[in-house]
């Protein structure tokens, strides 16, 4: 069964500024796939950023990217130019395709405030 | 232009009732699941469906049963409510992997907005 660890239960970090989100990972498979997911007070589980285990180079989607670190078995989120409105937990998961299914596994989370 | 949508937002009921959640999507994809999201914020899948097929049960509880009357909609009905049960619990749904023909991404899994259960 696959694990997902996210280290740091809760981050802070000043507007404009930069913050890096841990997330580690087991798993015996090689052909996987990464997400982060962000859910903002409002509840809803908004989808930051994917990384396919094949590919090596890094996901990057704005001002959200990944380090992908397949034999760590690590995947960062670094978020630049930190807002407000980034202000959210943010969940790391984890998703392999068995037969007909595909699920996600989720780290515990890491709640992300932002301040002026 | 909602994607995936739940009804109702909000739940609150007596210990013993038997409720449904609703959930339907308009991405045209195939395969729909449940999670449910405890206190502590942890996420869990409990069901998916592909086109009207059950293909994961995570060993959740009988009092659960999830419905899917056609490939857009999945149902989650629960008897005899437990205090346990309270919980939030997210819809989502995806493209099937295997008929998507290998499009990058479209097996990404989109969540409705959740439905907080509270069972007093």
């Known amino acids: 069964a696959q694990t997902v660890t996210q280290s740091q239960p809760e981050m802070s970090v000043q507007e404009a500024e930069t913050v890096t989100l841990s997330c580690t990972y087991d798993?015996?498979?090689?052909?996987?796939?990464l997400f982060w997911y962000k859910q903002p007070p409002s509840r809803q589980m908004i989808l930051v950023i994917r990384?396919?285990?094949?590919?090596?180079q890094n996901a990057t989607e704005n001002r959200f990217s990944v380090n992908f670190q397949k034999a760590a078995k690590s995947f960062s989120l670094k978020i630049s130019d930190s807002q407000l409105g980034d202000t959210a937990m943010y969940f790391c998961?984890?998703?392999?395709?068995?037969?007909?299914?595909?699920?996600?596994?989720f780290g515990t989370g890491t709640r992300l405030q932002v301040t002026l | 232009d909602t994607a995936v949508s739940q009804t109702p937002k909000y739940l609150v009921t007596q210990m013993g009732n038997d409720k449904s959640i609703k959930c339907e999507q308009n991405?045209?994809?195939?395969?729909m699941y449940w999670y449910k999201q405890d206190s502590k914020k942890f996420l869990k899948i409990m069901f998916s469906?592909?086109?009207?097929?059950?293909?994961i049960n995570e060993t959740v509880p009988n009092r659960f049963s999830p419905k899917s009357p056609d490939k857009a909609h999945l149902n989650l009905h629960i008897n005899s409510l437990e205090l346990g049960d309270s919980a939030v619990y997210f819809c989502?749904?995806?493209?099937?992997?295997?008929?998507?023909?290998?499009?990058?991404?479209?097996?990404?899994?989109?969540f409705g907005p959740g439905t907080r259960l509270t069972v007093l």
């Open positions: 989502a749904s995806s493209q099937d992997f295997r008929t998507s023909g290998g499009a990058e991404g479209t097996d990404t899994q989109y």
């Open positions: 798993t015996s498979e090689n052909n996987y796939y």
């Open positions: 990384q396919e285990a094949y590919k090596q």
């Open positions: 998961a984890f998703m392999k395709h068995t037969g007909t299914a595909s699920k996600l596994t």
């Open positions: 991405l045209g994809h195939d395969t």
């Open positions: 469906y592909n086109n009207k097929e059950l293909i």
